[in-house]
């Protein structure tokens, strides 16, 4: 039986017990909580986009660090002072590994490639090709002769250092997020999508082992010092120990309530190390695991890097607010546990929630007439429902790859989905009959939509493009180039004259419909844009990126307007209310809030979802709000009552 850490012979000391303990204890003596700043020791500044990777030299001087700006830097540990920049990947750089005597960087890419560097001198050393999707994991082993690179096609591929040779393939059936090198060179570990973590013989490039027990895929992995543990990290929360010489699960690490994206054990194997979506940072007593650090405040957005230096005195982390930061492991360890910030704002009132997928929910679309709700899901498939009713209608299979976009037709007649597995599928409603497969695309789909005139619909995605399609003949129009990142956000003007798109590479592009042709660049995002919506006058368009705000802008003259802020993370998804009046936005803070667009002032909050939400929109008629989570859910929530605003309020543009 597995044993869960707080749940031996002898009772743990409950956690509010624990906390009033130290309330109690700093009241009574003169030592105060460590303040965050005192905390961090240097602050790395100088990434343009995201931060996706961090990794320490062996010497524990230098910081790398891997971005969505296609860069790789070196940094001083000590001053935070940045020592060069490495340029030659054509897109995100998601992994970055120092070799084991220092000298040389190995960097992973959204460009299916990976590079080795000799960093001092900025000079490349060699280009790895052979994965057919983005890189996004890496590993370098401790003897030096070989790197390990998980891919998005579900691959790990094991490179001779030497001579750049591919020496073996290994598979999963999912992405590989991540990979860990035992201390001897001997076993390989990885994370994937799948839900499991595999061990893996070098010399041979056998599978030992699979890992089963995660609920959703494997995001972080690392090996103790003396080779014994294996901590995973997880999007189902979960922090895990896994008994390397018995393949089997010992202990889960307690308190994560986000999906974690990157774990990290000390080097006396003391700790672990984790951070998650929720912008935490925790440590945990790796023998008893006790959590003995939380931190929220001063972390940043989204921790996706965590690294411990050689001597164990600092932490670094990477957040995808562009930042690193070198934290001090004793002041961090003396601040303790740190209150969860408070939510704050009016309540929606449920009406629903929808169950029956069997992974997060991604995206969802009511049919005009309001009768019909659409959802896509990680699991492959649409799911039909009926509003009114909340039963389930149907379940439409047919992509290979995860469904992450829908858009019904203007005639509610067909269904348009997009997928992972680089495909547009046209489905008939409300049979459900697939109808086409538009294929064109060389990477993951992220994003479609149709055109209110009901004559043509768009496509986009990782492969930095956007195909227009004829709707009757199943045809592609046109494809527009220009982005130099992923597209992942798409939407029609309300008159199908202009499309707006949004990408990695931090902007929003206006295009002409007729002529295919680009007519302006919208450049305030300091990172991936994620969702845009037109209003239903065509006059405004909203963003969502890599920021806690919702950007407004009009789009006759792109003049950037206030925007909406109040999430306490990054705003995820945004949507207009069919009047125009109200703007919905979606957060990493696992809420959905509701504007008053003319003021930009909050009128309510929708909490109610147990993981991050991806997706919000209202109904044709305005009256109920949709939204979709990582929970597995699709909840229907009554539209609050629009509060008038307060007497004098007004919103002024931002100063530049």
């Given amino acids: 039986m597995n044993e869960q850490y707080g749940r031996k012979t002898q009772m743990p000391i409950p956690r509010f017990q624990r906390a009033v303990a130290l309330v109690l204890i700093f009241a009574t003596t003169t030592l105060a909580a460590v303040p965050a700043v005192a905390q961090v020791r240097a602050t790395l500044k100088g990434h343009t986009l995201a931060l996706a990777s961090i990794d320490y030299s062996p010497d524990g001087r230098y910081v790398a660090t891997g971005s969505y700006d296609k860069t790789a830097r070196i940094w001083d540990a000590t001053t935070g002072a940045e020592i060069v920049t490495l340029r030659g990947h054509e897109a995100t750089v998601e992994a970055v590994r120092f070799s084991p005597d220092g000298k040389t960087l190995a960097t992973g890419s959204y460009d299916s490639t990976v590079k080795l560097w000799d960093w001092a001198s900025g000079r490349e050393l060699a280009t790895f090709r052979g994965h057919t999707n983005m890189i996004r994991s890496?590993?370098?082993?401790?003897?030096?002769?070989?790197?390990?690179?998980?891919?998005?096609?579900?691959?790990?591929?094991?490179?001779?250092?030497?001579?750049?040779?591919?020496?073996?393939?290994?598979?999963?059936?999912?992405?590989?997020?991540?990979?860990?090198?035992s201390h001897d060179s001997r076993i390989l570990s990885s994370?994937?999508?799948?839900?499991?973590?595999?061990?893996?013989?070098?010399?041979?490039?056998?599978?030992?082992?699979?890992?089963?027990?995660?609920?959703?895929?494997?995001?972080?992995?690392?090996?103790?010092?003396?080779?014994?543990?294996?901590?995973?990290?997880?999007?189902?929360?979960?922090?895990?120990?896994?008994?390397?010489?018995?393949?089997k699960e010992k202990a889960i690490l307690e308190g994560s309530t986000s999906e974690v994206l990157c774990v990290a054990f000390s080097p006396d194997g003391k700790l672990v190390a984790a951070g998650s979506v929720d912008n935490s940072l925790r440590i945990w007593d790796a023998a008893t695991g006790e959590d003995l650090v939380v931190r929220w405040s001063g972390v940043g957005d989204r921790v996706r890097g965590v690294a411990f230096s050689p001597d164990g005195k600092t932490l670094a982390t990477a957040t995808m607010d562009h930042l690193a930061k070198i934290w001090d492991v004793d002041q961090l360890l003396k601040s303790g546990i740190e209150p969860a910030p408070e939510e704050i704002g009016p309540k929606g009132e449920e009406r629903a929630s929808l169950k029956g997928h069997k992974s997060f929910v991604t995206a969802v679309a009511f049919t005009p007439d309001d009768r019909m709700l659409a959802s896509a899901s990680h699991d492959k498939t649409i799911k039909l429902w009926d509003v009114a009713t909340g039963n389930e209608l149907r379940t439409l299979a047919g992509h290979s790859g995860a469904v992450v976009t829908l858009a019904i037709s203007p005639d509610s007649k067909i269904l348009m989905t997009g997928s992972y597995d680089r495909t547009a599928k046209l489905w008939e409603l409300p049979?459900?009959?697939?109808?086409?497969?538009?294929?064109?695309?060389?990477?993951?789909?992220?994003?479609?939509?149709?055109?209110?005139?009901?004559?043509?619909?768009?496509?986009?995605?990782?492969?930095?493009?956007?195909?227009?399609?004829?709707?009757?003949?199943?045809?592609?129009?046109?494809?527009?180039?220009?982005?130099?990142?992923?597209?992942?956000?798409?939407?029609?003007?309300?008159?199908?004259?202009?499309?707006?798109?949004?990408?990695?590479?931090?902007?929003?592009?206006?295009?002409?419909?007729?002529?295919?042709?680009?007519?302006?660049?919208?450049?305030?995002?300091?990172?991936?844009?994620?969702?845009?919506?037109?209003?239903?006058?065509?006059?405004?368009?909203?963003?969502?990126?890599?920021?806690?705000?919702?950007?407004?802008?009009?789009?006759e003259t792109r003049k950037e307007l206030a925007p909406f802020k109040g999430h306490t993370?990054?705003?995820?998804?945004?949507?207009?209310?069919?009047?125009?009046?109200?703007?919905?936005?979606?957060?990493?803070?696992?809420?959905?809030?509701?504007?008053?667009?003319?003021?930009?002032?909050?009128?309510?909050?929708?909490?109610?979802?147990?993981?991050?939400?991806?997706?919000?929109?209202?109904?044709?008629?305005?009256?109920?709000?949709?939204?979709?989570?990582?929970?597995?859910?699709?909840?229907?929530?009554?539209?609050?009552?629009?509060?008038?605003?307060?007497?004098?309020?007004s919103v002024t543009a931002p100063g530049r």
């Fill in 138 to 181: 890496l590993a370098f082993a401790p003897d030096g002769k070989t790197i390990a690179s998980g891919s998005h096609d579900n691959t790990i591929k094991l490179w001779d250092v030497a001579t750049g040779k591919e020496r073996a393939t290994l598979r999963h059936n999912g992405a590989v997020r991540s990979l860990a090198f």
């Fill in 431 to 555: 049979s459900g009959k697939e109808i086409a497969t538009l294929a064109g695309h060389t990477n993951i789909i992220r994003a479609v939509a149709y055109a209110p005139d009901g004559k043509t619909a768009i496509s986009a995605g990782y492969d930095e493009t956007i195909k227009l399609w004829d709707i009757g003949s199943h045809r592609e129009i046109a494809t527009l180039t220009g982005h130099t990142g992923g597209v992942k956000a798409l939407a029609f003007s309300p008159d199908s004259r202009l499309i707006a798109s949004g990408s990695i590479d931090g902007t929003i592009k206006l295009w002409d419909v007729s002529s295919a042709k680009e007519v302006a660049t919208i450049d305030v995002h300091t990172g991936p844009v994620h969702s845009v919506t037109f209003s239903p006058d065509g006059k405004l368009l909203a963003s969502a990126g890599a920021s806690n705000d919702v950007q407004l802008f009009e789009v």
């Fill in 569 to 649: 993370a990054w705003a995820r998804f945004c949507a207009f209310s069919p009047d125009g009046k109200m703007l919905a936005s979606a957060g990493l803070d696992n809420t959905v809030r509701l504007w008053d667009v003319a003021t930009r002032r909050q009128t309510a909050a929708l909490k109610g979802h147990l993981r991050r939400i991806h997706f919000v929109t209202f109904s044709h008629d305005g009256k109920i709000v949709a939204t979709a989570a990582m929970d597995g859910t699709i909840k229907l929530w009554d539209t609050p009552r629009q509060v008038p605003p307060l007497a004098g309020s």
């Fill in 191 to 247: 994370g994937s999508n799948d839900y499991t973590a595999k061990l893996w013989d070098v010399a041979t490039g056998q599978e030992l082992t699979t890992l089963e027990g995660h609920e959703h895929g494997v995001r972080g992995i690392a090996f103790s010092p003396d080779d014994t543990t294996l901590v995973t990290g997880s999007m189902d929360t979960t922090v895990r120990l896994w008994d390397v010489a018995r393949r």
